[in-house]
């Protein structure tokens, strides 16, 4: 067993672990022309291997990629290099305590990275991490694996795929007590003639629409929206709770 998302960014993109973020763009350009006309400094937070953060540079924003995984950050700033005219960097950091050295009009934090916040302390220290780094008025848009989400998709379950030279099983249970799933994921890569193994443990946490609305009004956000990922308004029954909240003047 190894840390998260180790030996898995060698094969992130590979299987689709940036196509949420990257399915998403055409709705979060939505909404940053809705609330967010004057934003220029962006923060993806979590941002993995940098597809988004090199997709919203490409747009003409400066923009600043985090992440806690140092093997994530290789692999986005690999990718970046191919590109050595767009303004993104990307910087090693934890979610719950990062500084910047400027002020954002926006932060992102997209593919339910948020679960990865297993105790009430890391989700709202996060929230006031995020309201510390944006100017007033700046946007949050994140999103969130519901309860239902995690309980039924994440659930007592196993899930195989064969890709030809990148294999997975996926072994998952749900504690309804914690509201917590874990996902133990075995990858199989090709090298030469051969399979190598290795597993990593992924924990995820799941949160009410009313708890999260509530801690990001104590961080200084105003909650504008929380839809589902094609636009509208979500429930607890949605698989899938995408936030849009605006710091506050004041906080």
Same mark, same amino acid.
């Given at each position: 067993?190894?840390?998260?998302?180790?030996?898995?960014?060698?094969?992130?993109?590979?299987?689709?672990?940036?196509?949420?973020?990257?399915?998403?763009?055409?709705?979060?350009?939505?909404?940053?022309?809705?609330?967010?006309?004057?934003?220029?400094?962006?923060?993806?937070?979590?941002?993995?291997?940098?597809?988004?953060?090199?997709?919203?540079?490409?747009?003409?924003?400066?923009?600043?990629?985090?992440?806690?995984?140092?093997?994530?950050?290789?692999?986005? $700033?690999?990718?970046?290099? =191919? @590109? !050595?005219?767009?303004?993104? +960097?990307?910087?090693?950091?934890? /979610? $719950?305590?990062?500084?910047? =050295? @400027? !002020?954002?009009?926006?932060? +992102?934090?997209?593919?339910?990275? /948020?679960?990865?916040?297993?105790?009430? @302390?890391?989700?709202?220290?996060?929230?006031?991490?995020?309201?510390?780094?944006?100017?007033?008025?700046?946007?949050?848009?994140?999103?969130?694996?519901?309860?239902?989400?995690?309980?039924?998709?994440?659930?007592?379950?196993?899930?195989?795929?064969?890709?030809?030279?990148?294999?997975?099983?996926?072994?998952?249970?749900?504690?309804?007590?914690?509201?917590?799933?874990?996902?133990?994921?075995?990858?199989?890569?090709?090298?030469?003639?051969?399979?190598?193994?290795?597993?990593?443990?992924?924990?995820?946490?799941?949160?009410?629409?009313?708890?999260?609305?509530?801690?990001?009004?104590?961080?200084?956000?105003?909650?504008?929206?929380?839809?589902?990922?094609?636009?509208?308004?979500?429930?607890?029954?949605?698989?899938?709770?995408?936030?849009?909240?605006?710091?506050?003047?004041?906080?």
């Amino acid at each position: 067993m190894i840390k998260a998302y180790s030996r898995f960014a060698e094969i992130y993109d590979r299987i689709g672990g940036d196509e949420f973020s990257l399915n998403f763009l055409p709705r979060l350009l939505q909404i940053i022309a809705k609330y967010g006309a004057q934003t220029r400094r962006v923060l993806d937070l979590a941002c993995g291997t940098g597809s988004l953060a090199i997709m919203l540079a490409r747009e003409g924003l400066k923009v600043t990629g985090l992440d806690l995984s140092p093997y994530m950050l290789e692999r986005a $700033r690999n990718k970046a290099q =191919a @590109e !050595p005219d767009l303004a993104v +960097t990307f910087i090693e950091g934890d /979610m $719950r305590s990062f500084t910047l =050295a @400027e !002020p954002v009009e926006l932060i +992102t934090c997209l593919f339910d990275a /948020m679960n990865y916040n297993l105790a009430d @302390e890391d989700m709202t220290a996060t929230f006031r991490s995020c309201a510390r780094a944006l100017v007033p008025g700046g946007l949050f848009v994140f999103d969130l694996n519901s309860i239902n989400s995690l309980s039924q998709f994440w659930g007592d379950d196993v899930f195989a795929e064969d890709l030809g030279d990148v294999a997975y099983i996926w072994e998952s249970s749900y504690d309804p007590v914690t509201c917590c799933s874990a996902l133990k994921a075995i990858f199989f890569v090709r090298k030469g003639e051969f399979y190598e193994r290795f597993t990593e443990m992924h924990v995820e946490r799941a949160y009410p629409i009313s708890q999260v609305r509530t801690w990001l009004t104590e961080a200084g956000f105003e909650v504008l929206e929380v839809i589902t990922p094609h636009g509208k308004p979500a429930g607890e029954a949605d698989n899938r709770h995408v936030y849009v909240a605006r710091k506050r003047p004041c906080s």
